[in-house]
């Protein structure tokens, strides 16, 4: 079993930086590989990024890469996404998540553990 809770969301401007962090705790914390996904209102959960338990491997939606970086601390039980050049698209609930394997998987269903969930709102 492993938990997730998410930090560092908030308000912020179109153009400006924010970073989340995701705690974890449970067993075996570094057997799994980590992501984050997104939901805004009205709209369905979507893939934003994803990285291999080592840290050597990431994977980022169309519409973040270039812009939105994770990263992740074993040592720390935490994993981080630091996210640039906001634009008011990026607006919506950011959702730490993690699953068993090796796998960097962009499927929701793939998935085993869910934070709650934290708010990012992004004004222009």
């Known amino acids: 079993q492993v938990q997730l809770v998410e930090s560092g969301g908030g308000t912020v401007q179109a153009g400006d930086s924010l970073r989340l962090s995701c705690a974890g705790s449970?067993?075996?914390?570094?057997?799994?590989?980590m992501g984050w996904f997104r939901q805004a209102p009205g709209k369905d959960r979507e893939f934003v990024a994803a990285?291999?338990?080592?840290?050597?491997?990431?994977v980022y939606g169309d519409s973040v890469k270039g812009r939105f970086t994770i990263s992740r601390d074993n040592a720390k039980d935490t994993a981080s996404l630091q996210m640039m050049r906001l634009e008011p698209e990026d607006t919506a609930v950011y959702i730490c998540t993690a699953r068993i394997g090796t796998v960097v998987t962009r499927v929701a269903g793939n998935y085993d553990w869910w934070g709650q969930g934290i708010q990012v709102t992004v004004s222009s």
């Open positions: 990285i291999s338990r080592e840290g050597d491997k990431t």
């Open positions: 449970g067993r075996d914390w570094n057997r799994n590989v």
